[in-house]
């Protein structure tokens, strides 16, 4: 009975005791690999796949580490020469403590990876021309994809999930490399707007005297070589229009931005009609809003109308238990897209991660583990795969200077302590001794968590 179920699975099933020989075989696995199944039973599973080795086969690595790998991408030729490309979850067989096989489960790939290559060659016979990368758009990023155990990160997911079934307009400010967009286009991708078009503009990117017709569009004939062409809020009508680093705006051409905001009416450059539009705005910074209020890079009334939904991501640095789970996820993506077969790493390398102060936050992670995978020959990410500069860091460790950004935010808890106890937490006082705006002082106040009880917060 147990043979006939494993038999009626449409995947592949592979068991193999403690020394690689098989103990099961079922027929799907038989038909990927274009053999019989008693050619492989019994057999070890090397001899049956001679391009395999103890590095690169999954059932030999389980066995070895007895530590499972999931969803791990493996390509091979099989006895009769034919490559095979397999997804694989691959997991050790235990009787107690001790290891006594594993079992893989192989979802066949190679037909649709074939069916694929012959698309693209039909494509270029048509087109009579070598095939060019497609292009895409919209948001491909979800709520899964935003990895942490961090309580403030997941109540940023429970604020993204709110602000998701709204139309308002929605704030974000986090570092730069922190995820801002990965978070942007989860929004949209939850909403009711996940259908309609989702558009991502860098406001620092568009020259100024683009800036107008790039986003409202353009009338014919309003200037030298202007023809009838939709600005970026036409196109994002009925989806979601993310505008990144909108301060980097001019304070003049915020105004229009807020009467497009309140109104929801555009009109093109040079054109005289008005058109009504259905969008969702979504902007980001990477300075907090009050610091680009205080420095006039950001008008005050074009903030309040945006900030119905503010949300702030927290950097790397404040959530440095997500720094293994990210990593694996890394390890993961680069499995897949290097061919390889790394399942771990040392827990120098884990310590030394932590111990970084990532002002790149995850972008930088990303970036450093991809570096890893590259110069990784073996199973195991070392110390030696690190980029050259956490050697540096070692010698910045030994000395009894801080960074200045730690610095920084030491002092200022200090004095905004001391000035609160003065005052006998009085926000309103203690803002002025400090000579800082109130709306700063209490920003300050929520970002170090610094609280005052039982006394006037007038």
Request: glycine share 6%.
């Amino acid at each position: 009975m147990l043979e006939a179920i494993l038999e009626s699975i449409e995947e592949a099933i592979h068991a193999v005791n403690s020394e690689g020989i098989t103990i099961f075989y079922n027929g799907v696995a038989a038909k990927h690999d274009g053999v019989e199944i008693n050619e492989v039973l019994g057999k070890h599973v090397l001899t049956v796949f001679p391009s395999l080795d103890k590095e690169t086969s999954t059932l030999l690595k389980v066995i070895e580490t007895g530590k499972p790998i999931y969803q791990q991408a493996q390509t091979y030729k099989n006895s009769k020469g034919h490559m095979i490309d397999t997804v694989n979850t691959t997991l050790p067989i235990k009787v107690g403590d001790r290891i006594v096989g594993a079992v893989e489960i192989a979802k066949d790939l190679s037909s649709v990876k074939q069916l694929s290559q012959k698309l693209l060659e039909l494509q270029e016979k048509v087109n009579n021309q070598r095939t060019k990368p497609t292009a895409i758009s919209g948001a491909k990023y979800k709520w899964d994809d935003i990895i942490t155990t961090h309580p403030k990160m997941e109540h940023v997911k429970i604020l993204g999930k709110r602000a998701a079934q709204s139309s308002s307009p929605v704030m974000i400010y986090g570092e730069t490399g922190t995820g801002k967009e990965l978070l942007v286009q989860s929004i949209h991708n939850a909403s009711s707007r996940k259908n309609g078009p989702f558009i991502a503009q860098n406001c620092s990117s568009l020259p100024e005297s683009l800036l107008e017709s790039i986003l409202f569009g353009t009338k014919k004939g309003s200037f030298t070589g202007a023809v009838d062409r939709a600005g970026l809020f036409e196109l994002a009508h009925g989806g979601t229009l993310f505008l990144d680093e909108i301060h980097t705006m001019p304070l003049d051409f915020q105004t229009k931005l807020l009467r497009v905001l309140e109104d929801g009416v555009i009109r093109r450059v040079g054109g005289t009609e008005s058109y009504v539009v259905n969008v969702k705005v979504i902007v980001a910074m990477n300075e907090h809003p009050i610091t680009c209020m205080e420095k006039k890079l950001l008008r005050t009334d074009l903030f309040y109308r945006l900030n119905v939904f503010f949300i702030e991501i927290i950097p790397l640095r404040e959530r440095k238990e997500d720094i293994p789970l990210l990593v694996h996820h890394f390890i993961k993506k680069y499995n897949y897209q290097f061919n390889k077969l790394v399942i771990q790493i040392d827990s120098d390398v884990i310590k030394k991660l932590k111990k970084h102060h990532w002002l790149g936050n995850v972008r930088e992670l990303e970036h450093t583990i991809e570096y890893a995978m590259n110069m990784v020959d073996g199973d195991t990410i070392k110390m030696e795969h690190l980029p050259a500069f956490f050697e540096k860091l070692d010698i910045e460790d030994k000395r009894t200077i801080k960074p200045l950004r730690v610095v920084v935010e030491e002092t200022e808890r200090h004095f905004i302590q001391q000035a609160l106890a003065e005052t006998n937490g009085n926000i309103l006082k203690a803002s002025t001794i400090l000579k800082l705006p109130r709306q700063t002082l209490q920003y300050k106040m929520k970002k170090y968590n610094i609280q005052v009880i039982g006394t006037e917060l007038s």
